[in-house]
């Protein structure tokens, strides 16, 4: 079984702070995806990345940055958190782009 | 620009009654579709991924159609049971990003025992 973890399931931090959160799947996947979750907005992609050192940007890409320096890691930066990033955070991970995406148990993240 | 619409929003049904929750997107150009289950709380578990070239695709007690011509996708849930209460999200790949998914809002299932 495909297994994506993410390094924590609750988050609070303060307005300022910098953020990491973490990714790690287990199955040599070449792609990764960080979403976010919100009320009423649905699952919005925030950026994605294809291979190692590569990445693209989502749909909301602002205020955020990424990092995957191994091809089973792939980090999400919060350069300066801010009370409108409180949200539930979710990586996924895919073998291939048209393949199926499978996803991490999420982090909620709650900025003060 | 795709869009993704689930309808209903929430469904409530007795346990054992089969059910539909139906997708339907804007954009026929798709690579593919997944349907997901999400827990309160929880991360999102794939159900099924039907290809662009599949009509159906089946797991145990779901069966997922997807009629790309028109738009549409469902998924059968037969023999309900409590344990099925959850959110289901349907998302598709493919128009102008095919990197991207693009997901419905869900349509929020409880099986009332």
């Known amino acids: 079984d495909v297994k994506v973890t993410q390094s924590s399931r609750y988050l609070v931090k303060r307005t300022g702070e910098k953020v990491f959160l973490e990714c790690v799947q287990d199955?040599?996947?070449?792609?990764m995806f960080w979403y976010r979750q919100d009320p009423g907005l649905g699952l919005r992609l925030i950026y994605f990345s294809y291979d190692v050192k590569m990445k693209e940007k989502g749909d909301i890409p602002e205020g955020y940055s990424v990092s995957r320096e191994k091809k089973e890691r792939f980090s999400l930066i919060l350069e300066s958190a801010s009370t409108n990033q409180t949200s539930m955070y979710l990586c996924?991970?895919?073998?291939?782009?048209?393949?199926?995406?499978?996803f991490g148990p999420g982090t909620r993240l709650l900025v003060l | 620009k795709q869009e993704v619409t689930q309808i209903p929003a929430a469904l409530s049904v007795p346990e054992g009654e089969n059910l539909v929750l139906n997708c339907s997107f804007t954009?026929?150009?798709?690579?593919?579709l997944q349907w997901f289950r999400q827990d309160p709380g929880k991360g999102l578990t794939s159900l099924l991924l039907i290809q662009s070239s599949q009509r159906e695709q089946t797991s145990g007690r779901l069966n997922a159609s997807l009629d790309k011509s028109s738009g549409r996708s469902t998924l059968y849930i037969a023999a309900s049971q409590p344990g099925d209460s959850a959110t289901y999200l349907c998302a598709v790949r493919g128009g102008q990003g095919a990197q991207k998914l693009v997901f419905g809002q869900g349509t929020r299932l409880t099986i009332n025992p």
């Open positions: 954009d026929s150009a798709i690579y593919n």
């Open positions: 996924a991970s895919s073998f291939r782009t048209v393949l199926a995406q499978y």
């Open positions: 199955m040599d996947h070449e792609n």
